[in-house]
């Protein structure tokens, strides 16, 4: 089974920018669909940007127009640009195939505070 690292988070401003990267163990050629999720303390998780092998992309209402969702299946990486980012963004990001996920990594923390 694919095992997925998750790289990138930190302690950002809000306003500010982060790229998470996400590194399989084996191709995801055969993926249709790669997703970031994230979990907020407290929280279930959730599906925040997801995309197909042909590129095509969707996103949470929350999201929207400030995370960018890229993946580069010769790298067999998934990537997320986050842009104008808020406190309520704060919780770990995870990557994984959707709908039905693999074995969860480790996810990577991002914590948006001033």
């Known amino acids: 089974q694919v095992q997925l690292v998750e790289s990138g988070g930190g302690l950002v401003q809000p306003g500010g920018s982060l790229r998470l990267s996400c590194a399989a163990s084996?191709?995801?050629?055969?993926?249709?669909?790669m997703g970031w999720y994230r979990q907020a303390p407290g929280k279930d998780r959730e599906l925040v940007a997801s995309?197909?092998?042909?590129?095509?992309?969707n996103y949470a209402d929350s999201v929207k127009a400030r995370f960018t969702i890229s993946r580069d299946t010769a790298k067999n990486a998934v990537y997320l640009q986050m842009n104008s980012l808020k406190p309520e963004d704060t919780a770990v990001y995870y990557c994984?195939?959707?709908?039905?996920?693999?074995?969860w990594g480790q996810g990577t923390q991002v914590t948006v505070s001033s």
């Open positions: 084996e191709s995801i050629a055969s993926i249709n669909v």
């Open positions: 995309i197909t092998i042909t590129g095509l992309t």
């Open positions: 994984n195939a959707f709908p039905i996920p693999a074995a």
